[in-house]
């Protein structure tokens, strides 16, 4: 293991100095950065070049350039040593100081939008695999293709026009008609008929459950203005707490596995405990404290596996965390919901931001904050989701195909083993094994794709600054998006090659 990882440190080391000089040879011969001022009409004209040139080691060879600049991020790799230099903009702003505050943009922007598309993508593929042919895997599909072939500016205009300039209009009289209920709740009815299956009966039972609860949902929702003064309460949260049990029981464990069903109990009641008990603490948090809640939850959710025992200590555990992990996430919406009132009277009645990633001027505790940030990245998150989302649950539903014809899958159904088993812990395991290797290509070319949704959106972020760079000849921005890219390619394509030890044990690293 330890010379596979030396090896390959030193093989993507030498990828990086050899892709970098294309890419600064590239740049440097095909982009003048003295352009604007040639224009000008300064009368001053010729001191600003000769500035430029200064600044900018114009008067150096591009290659002796490249030399040099590749010292300076080389001093990136000494630890501690406050030495990282990538050089100087146009505008004479060092690279390394505005590098951070744009790759923090990019990578909140592109992480929910990547795990909510594995999440969903991989989740929805399963389903669709394991109803093959049905009227939900003709949906999905048609679905899949045509987000697929969306360009990502159209998506995001789209949303900018019907989703944050039609949704704040909503908010100006949050009142749903009940014919649009209706028409809402038999779309949702098809749906969930769809995932259920069954026979006729079953489906229609369950298109008439799900629809007629729905309609009742929204229009009680709009009864008791809750799109104005949101919040899941006590009620709706036990509701929640105890689906979440169950379901969490019942993919991971199975019903029938009393032990298991007991740490998910106890895990939802410390759950309620604590939403019921912690609310003062909410008022006065801070990130650092919501995280130290979440570390001792999780602690607390192994141990509650560890103690409840049984032949399978590993499966309570993993029950009680995931128990753990949805429910505090539940709480912890429920308490940006409280603060939405708030948020509402900030942005004038305006919540859903179209540009930028925050408000200027906006004050607040954590939770108003926080709801601005998501209200400024929703937008180009959904346009982000609904590209990569096509492609996992492709890749996902002819994975797990092609994992249940095999013939460790027939073995397993033979020898009496439930579906649920057979699907959870034999077939998805090895559908992961192609999920990994798409997730490391699809790391780099989401932060480095996001050009477009950025612009649009207008958030200051990796993409942006690739973008003005080249526009202007800059080159040192330019190599620093390069680096980080191919930093970020490299490091989780690695990953991925260790995953596959983890994922399949015929596989060996050496």
């Given at each position: 293991?330890?010379?596979f990882?030396?090896r390959?440190?030193?093989?993507?080391?030498l990828?990086?100095i050899?892709?970098?000089?294309?890419?600064?040879?590239?740049?440097?011969?095909?982009?003048?950065?003295?352009?604007?001022l040639r224009?000008s009409n300064?009368?001053?004209?010729?001191?600003?070049?000769?500035?430029?040139?200064?600044?900018?080691?114009l008067?150096?060879a591009?290659?002796?350039?490249?030399?040099?600049?590749?010292?300076?991020?080389?001093?990136?790799?000494?630890?501690?040593?406050?030495?990282?230099?990538?050089?100087s903009?146009i505008?004479n702003?060092?690279v390394?100081?505005?590098?951070?505050?744009?790759?923090?943009?990019?990578?909140?922007?592109?992480?929910?939008a990547l795990?909510?598309?594995?999440?969903?993508?991989?989740?929805i593929g399963?389903?669709?695999?394991l109803?093959?042919y049905?009227?939900?895997?003709?949906v999905v599909?048609?679905?899949?293709?045509?987000l697929?072939?969306?360009?990502?500016?159209l998506v995001?205009?789209l949303l900018?026009?019907?989703?944050?300039i039609?949704f704040?209009?909503?908010l100006a009289?949050?009142?749903?008609p009940?014919?649009v209920?209706?028409?809402?709740?038999?779309?949702?009815?098809?749906?969930?008929?769809?995932?259920?299956g069954g026979?006729m009966?079953?489906r229609?039972v369950?298109?008439?459950?799900?629809g007629?609860?729905?309609?009742?949902?929204?229009l009680?929702?709009?009864?008791?203005?809750w799109?104005?003064?949101?919040?899941?309460?006590p009620?709706v949260?036990?509701?929640?707490i105890?689906g979440?049990?169950?379901?969490?029981?019942?993919?991971?464990a199975?019903?029938?596995?009393?032990?298991?069903?007991?740490?998910?109990?106890?895990a939802?009641?410390?759950?309620?405990?604590?939403?019921f008990?912690?609310q003062?603490?909410?008022?006065i948090?801070t990130?650092?404290?919501?995280?130290?809640?979440?570390i001792?939850a999780?602690?607390?959710?192994l141990?509650?596996?560890w103690?409840?025992?049984?032949?399978?200590?590993?499966q309570?555990?993993?029950?009680a965390?995931?128990v753990?992990?949805?429910?505090?996430?539940?709480?912890?919406?429920?308490?940006f919901?409280?603060?939405?009132?708030?948020y509402?009277?900030e942005?004038?009645?305006?919540p859903i931001?179209?540009?930028?990633?925050?408000?200027?001027g906006?004050?607040?505790?954590?939770?108003?904050?926080?709801?601005?940030?998501f209200?400024?990245?929703?937008?180009?998150?959904?346009?982000?989701?609904?590209?990569?989302?096509?492609s996992y649950?492709?890749?996902?539903?002819?994975?797990?195909?092609?994992v249940?014809?095999?013939?460790?899958?027939?073995?397993?159904?033979?020898?009496?083993?439930?579906?649920?088993t057979v699907?959870?812990?034999?077939?998805?395991?090895?559908?992961?094994?192609?999920?990994?290797?798409?997730?490391?290509?699809?790391?780099?070319?989401?932060?480095?794709?996001?050009?477009?949704?950025?612009?649009?959106?207008?958030?200051?972020?990796?993409?942006?600054?690739?973008?003005a760079?080249?526009?202007?000849?800059d080159l040192?921005?330019v190599m620093?998006y390069?680096?980080?890219?191919?930093?970020?390619?490299i490091?989780?394509n690695?990953l991925a090659?260790?995953?596959?030890a983890?994922?399949?044990?015929?596989?060996?690293?050496?």
């Open positions: 293991m330890a010379s990882i030396l390959r440190l030193l093989v993507s080391v990828i990086i050899a892709a970098s000089f294309l890419m600064y040879m590239l740049v440097a011969y095909s982009a003048d950065p003295l352009a604007d224009s300064n009368p001053n004209k010729t001191q600003l070049i000769n500035a430029r040139i200064q600044l900018l080691q008067d150096i591009p290659p002796l350039r490249w030399l040099l600049w590749l010292g300076g991020a080389a001093k990136c790799l000494i630890p501690f040593a406050n030495s990282c230099d990538l050089g903009t505008s702003a060092k390394v100081d505005i590098l951070p505050q744009a790759l923090t943009s990019t990578v909140q922007l592109v992480t929910v795990i909510l598309a594995i999440l969903l993508g991989v989740t399963i389903v669709t695999a109803r093959q049905s009227g939900l895997d003709n599909t048609f679905l899949s293709f045509f697929y072939s969306l360009p990502a500016f995001a205009v900018k026009e019907f989703v944050a039609g704040n209009n909503f009289g949050p009142t749903i009940w014919w209920a209706v028409l809402i709740g038999v779309v949702a009815g098809l749906i969930w008929q769809s995932l259920i026979d009966r079953r229609a369950t298109f008439g459950v799900s007629v609860a729905t309609a009742g949902v929204l009680l929702m709009s009864a008791t203005n799109f104005l003064h949101p919040g899941l309460g009620v949260m036990i509701i929640l105890a979440t049990v169950i379901g969490a029981t019942a993919l991971t199975g019903l029938q596995s009393r032990r298991a069903l007991i740490a998910a109990s106890i939802g009641a410390v759950s309620l405990v604590c939403y008990g912690l003062w603490l909410f008022n948090s990130p650092a404290t919501i995280a130290i809640l979440a001792v999780i602690l607390v959710s141990a509650i596996g103690f409840v025992g049984g032949y399978d200590r590993g309570n555990m993993r029950v965390v995931l753990t992990i949805v429910s505090g996430f539940l709480i912890i919406v429920d308490r919901m409280q603060a939405w009132p708030t509402f009277q942005t004038n009645g305006r931001a179209t540009v930028g990633s925050s408000t200027p906006l004050t607040g505790d954590m939770w108003v904050t926080g709801l601005d940030t209200t400024h990245l929703a937008l180009p998150t959904i346009a982000l989701l609904l590209i990569s989302f096509a649950t492709r890749y996902s539903r002819a994975g797990m195909l092609e249940l014809g095999q013939d460790f899958i027939r073995t397993a159904r033979a020898k009496g083993l439930p579906e649920r699907v959870v812990r034999h077939a998805f395991r090895n559908m992961l094994i192609p999920i990994t290797t798409l997730v490391a290509f699809d790391v780099g070319a989401l932060l480095g794709g996001a050009i477009i949704t950025e612009k649009v959106f207008a958030i200051p972020g990796m993409g942006s600054l690739f973008n760079g080249l526009q202007r000849g040192n921005p620093a390069f680096l980080v890219i191919a930093v970020m390619a490091l989780f690695f090659d260790l995953s596959y983890a994922l399949d044990p015929r596989v060996r690293v050496r």
